[in-house]
């Protein structure tokens, strides 16, 4: 049996989170370390934390110590991600359970600490990276399980939006070599895996901070005629920068799926103004416009902050009557969260928590009503769907219509992870779909 220590790295947070748990896991693969089955059996147990808002910092330090209980007595614990880098020093005063904390800007050291904590002295000669960037440029072997895999295009983001603490620990936007990218996307691709997600904190402004020539555009082009890849999907796109040429884009290559995030955030121009986000309801309604005249079958997900300070119930009508203006398929509430550092935290007329959530559950419920009626539209047709898993017996696919974790699903009649069917949808059911393989 092989004396190398056991790895078990929880993951939270957003895909991009789940990226760099992808690439840090690829980099002490390389180094001889090996997975544990559990977290119980493990050596070393690392939980990736989300720093975004409170209950997402909530939530990372309970299974911190959620974990500290679970794992066995001589195993170490080691905190990584957004909330080790924007909090390390508080995080190793309140967690003693913690052996290691290990922020984003030290991913380069790693497989030393590592080696360090457990006392393993391998005999080969580890890889040597230099720098956090490094670990970015890892491509990672995906398990034959996965479907689909997300790929990080750029770090860091250079916009000012007045409610967000992401630049604050992830830096400006610091965007990959196009051709890095491809290397790690048809590597995926020949490894089984069909769909492609393209995530970035800014993914519509891609490659400006390096001057790479087209930007999004010319790298979704590059992406577009990988062999073996079946679907390619955008995350995240800020309004301001969806130019006619990425629609078109989107919507002429095959490979891509007509799938729009639209980070929309608000409608009412005044909070947008607060926030330092740009555009309006009427602008947003134009944008979403001129998607659907060139992908008229084109799915749209967006997400809106409620309880911004200040949020008036004007304000709440007006995003109210946008939702049912815009018809989008999939929309994200979030209730406000005061964060440490961001200017808005420092506003006036802080909106009570108890409002927003109001506010929110009453928004949406009225956007539930046309998730449903979009679904139910669906009935009769046929799609192209990706079985990502089986669950309980019972797999679960999604069409081009809907990205993966986020939107609802389609449970099939059959299927095996990774296959690609054609299914005739059959029924609608809340914010899932019903469907029979054809044939």
Same mark, same amino acid.
Request: charged share 25%; with cysteine.
């Given at each position: 049996?092989?004396?190398? %220590? ?6 939270? #947070? ?8 992808? /690439? ?12 544990a089955a559990t977290p119980e059996s493990a050596d070393v147990v690392m939980v990736n934390t989300c720093a975004f808002i409170e209950p997402a910092r909530e939530e990372s330090i309970n299974t911190v110590l959620e974990m500290a209980d679970t794992k066995q007595r001589d195993a170490k614990l080691v905190v990584l991600g957004c909330m080790a880098q924007r909090y390390e ?22 497989? $030393? ?14 890889? !040597? ?12 072997? %995906? ?28 830096? /400006? ?18 490894? *089984? ?21 087209? $930007? ?8 577009? +005629? !990988?062999?073996?890849? /079946? ?5 995240? &796109?800020?309004?301001? @920068?969806?130019? %006619? @040429? ?10 891509? !799926? +007509? ?11 005044? &909070?947008?103004?607060?926030? /330092?986000?740009? *555009? ?28 911004? %300070? ?18 989008? +398929? ?49 009935? #009769? ?45 059959? #029924? ?12």
């Amino acid at each position: 049996m092989s004396d190398a %220590p056991k790895i078990w790295l929880t993951t939270l #947070g957003c895909s991009k989170n789940q990226v760099d748990s992808d /690439k840090v896991t690829a980099v002490l693969h390389d180094a001889g370390y090996e997975d544990a089955a559990t977290p119980e059996s493990a050596d070393v147990v690392m939980v990736n934390t989300c720093a975004f808002i409170e209950p997402a910092r909530e939530e990372s330090i309970n299974t911190v110590l959620e974990m500290a209980d679970t794992k066995q007595r001589d195993a170490k614990l080691v905190v990584l991600g957004c909330m080790a880098q924007r909090y390390e020093q508080e995080l190793v005063d309140a967690l003693p359970e913690a052996d290691a904390v290990i922020g984003l800007d030290r991913y380069a050291e790693i497989v $030393g600490r590592l080696d360090t904590l457990t006392e393993w002295q391998p005999l080969e000669i580890r890889p !040597v990276r230099r720098s956090p960037m490094d670990i970015l440029y890892e491509t990672r072997r %995906p398990t034959p399980a996965t479907p689909y895999a997300y790929v990080k295009v750029a770090e860091g983001c250079d916009k000012l939006c007045t409610f967000c603490a992401i630049p604050q620990f992830r830096g /400006k936007q610091r965007s990959r070599d196009p051709l890095n990218i491809r290397t790690e996307v048809a590597g995926l691709a020949s490894a *089984g895996v069909g769909e492609v997600v393209l995530v970035a904190q800014d993914l519509a402004a891609y490659g400006r901070d390096t001057g790479i020539s087209g $930007g999004i555009v010319a790298l979704v082009e590059s992406l577009a +005629d !990988v062999p073996d890849l /079946k679907r390619l999907r955008l995350y995240y &796109l800020y309004p301001r @920068e969806i130019r %006619p @040429e990425l629609i078109a884009a989107m919507s002429e290559l095959p490979t891509v !799926v +007509d799938y729009f995030d639209l980070s929309l955030q608000h409608v009412a121009p005044a &909070l947008l103004r607060a926030m /330092k986000r740009p *555009g309006s309801g009427d602008s947003h309604l134009q944008l979403i416009e001129d998607i659907r005249r060139q992908a008229p079958a084109a799915a749209l997900r967006s997400s809106f902050i409620i309880g911004f %300070p200040g949020e008036t119930d004007d304000d709440v009508d007006q995003l109210e009557a946008f939702l049912r203006t815009a018809q989008l +398929d999939w929309v994200g509430f979030f209730p406000y969260s005061p964060e440490e550092g961001t200017p808005s935290a420092t506003f006036p007329d802080q909106i009570d928590p108890g409002l927003a959530m109001e506010r929110l559950r009453h928004l949406h419920a009225i956007q539930d009503d046309i998730t449903q009626a979009k679904n139910a539209a669906q009935v #009769g047709s046929r799609l192209e769907v990706l079985v990502d898993q089986v669950e309980d017996g019972q797999p679960v696919a999604r069409s081009y219509r809907q990205a993966p974790e986020i939107d609802g699903v389609i449970l099939l009649d059959q299927g095996k992870p990774g296959q690609w069917l054609e299914a005739d949808i059959v #029924g609608a059911f809340g914010t899932d779909l019903e469907a029979k393989v054809a044939g």
